[in-house]
């Protein structure tokens, strides 16, 4: 199958910090990748979705300004968390599409961030 | 938006036996319906998936099921073995322009007894 390919895989930064995460499709182009964040034990939550050279589009209650969102290429897209703080240390996740109906969609492995 | 429910929320069998867990949702435009296997701190792996012009795939132990009419599919897992043991989830996308993410049900921890 597809591989999405995300980096760092964990990720310690103090609070204030920024910290970005790539997220890459190694053997197919992504028109579109998807960020999820996602809590101990819980579900993945919807962050948002990268369309390739256009701007994010952002869930509800999620702040845009926060967390920066680039998609410059076909095969990358960066999540960057500005002025981390602890209760943003999670399990961020991406994914992208296959294909060119989009259905198929694979995960990345995640990244561990933890902010002290 | 498409709201997705996932049952039961844990599930424990014995090895060889099998297993079921079901989701419904609300968008009846949904018309993609994947299943992912999550072990700890690793990324959701699709194991199986369906759309919406078919009722049943199989692939080995693991088939899925989809009723449209309903709204509900289902996942199951035959002859379960230990390395089956790992949290499931269910997810839906729907057919909104613009809006082509997955929209996850709640997640089933599947507990395989050896």
């Known amino acids: 199958g597809a591989v999405v390919s995300q980096h760092p895989s964990r990720v310690i930064c103090k609070s204030g910090t920024s910290v970005k995460i790539e997220c890459r499709s190694l053997?197919?182009?992504?028109?579109?990748m998807f960020w999820y964040r996602q809590f101990p034990k819980q579900s993945l939550m919807l962050m948002a979705t990268?369309?390739?050279?256009?701007?994010?589009?952002?869930e509800q209650g999620v702040e845009k300004d926060k967390f920066l969102i680039n998609h410059a290429s076909l095969t990358l897209s960066t999540l960057t968390v500005t002025s981390a703080h602890p209760e943003d240390s999670s399990f961020y996740i991406c994914?992208?599409?296959?294909?060119?109906?989009?259905?198929?969609?694979?995960f990345g492995e995640g990244s561990w961030l933890t902010v002290v | 938006g498409e709201n997705v429910e996932q049952h039961p929320s844990t599930l424990s069998v014995q090895e060889g036996d099998s297993a079921v867990i079901k989701c419904t949702y609300s968008?009846?435009?949904?018309?993609?319906f994947p299943w992912y296997k999550q072990e700890l701190g690793k990324g959701p792996q699709l194991i199986i998936d369906?759309?919406?012009?078919?009722g049943e795939k199989k692939d080995q132990r693991i088939a899925v099921t989809l009723n449209k009419t309903a709204k509900h599919f289902s996942l199951h897992i035959t002859e379960t073995q230990p390395e089956d043991s790992a949290v499931y989830f269910c997810?839906?996308?729907?057919?909104?322009?613009?809006?082509?993410?997955?929209?996850f049900g709640s997640g089933t921890r599947l507990q395989v007894q050896p």
């Open positions: 994914s992208a599409t296959v294909g060119s109906t989009g259905n198929t969609i694979y």
């Open positions: 997810a839906a996308r729907s057919m909104d322009m613009g809006r082509r993410a997955l929209t």
């Open positions: 053997d197919f182009q992504a028109t579109t």
């Open positions: 968008d009846s435009a949904s018309n993609y």
């Open positions: 369906i759309r919406s012009n078919v």
């Open positions: 990268s369309n390739e050279g256009s701007k994010a589009t952002y």
